[in-house]
């Protein structure tokens, strides 16, 4: 695990370093279905997700994209999405919650802490903290058995999300326009 010094609420994010590095997300709620053995608790929560920041998308960024984004921009958030039984939606060429999004923020922001460490080669740390096997809700390069169920899920309503909008095209082709 890393060593951090601080901990990032919704409240406080904007004063996440502008630079690359590791964050790890924190739960004192844990979604549905989501297995926590093995996986690391502080007096912050249950450390469920890893992510990285790099210099393009700082940890500063990365965290209001966590926090305040949408779907698109954050796997987090799909994930968490997913998992609080939203439905996905096709809103122009992006998939999100549309006007559902508030309550993923929401939910981070009652349940969610943050700690990241800068760091200006991030995935080396994000490699080893996934090889551990510790962070169910990450999928790429996790070996945890959950990131298959975590795939298959958000699949899931992406491929909802896709019919839906054909659909509704297809009903109204000049609203599509």
């Known amino acids: 695990m890393i060593d951090f010094d601080r901990v990032y609420t919704a ?9 690359p590095g590791v964050y790890v997300w924190f739960f004192d709620e844990i979604p549905d279905g989501v297995p926590t053995e093995d996986c690391r608790v502080t007096e912050h929560g249950t450390a469920l997700y890893v992510g990285i920041a790099t210099v393009k998308r700082t940890l500063r960024s990365r965290l209001r994209n966590h926090f305040r984004g949408n779907a698109s ?23 999100t919650f549309g006007d559902q999004e508030p309550v993923v ?28 096997g ?27 999300a896709r019919a839906a909008g054909a659909w509704a095209r297809n009903r109204h082709p000049a609203a599509a326009r």
């Open 73 to 95: 921009g954050s796997t987090l958030r799909l994930t968490l999405g997913c998992h609080l039984g939203l439905p996905l939606r096709e809103v122009g060429s992006r998939l």
């Open 134 to 160: 510790r962070f169910p809700l990450n999928i790429k390069g996790n070996p945890h058995p959950y990131a298959k169920k975590v795939s298959e899920r958000r699949a899931a309503a992406r491929s909802a």
């Open 11 to 19: 409240a406080d994010y904007a004063t996440a370093p502008k630079e």
């Open 105 to 132: 923020s929401e939910w981070l922001a009652a349940h969610g802490r943050v700690a990241c460490v800068a760091d200006p080669d991030p995935e080396r740390y994000e490699d080893e903290l996934l090889l551990s």
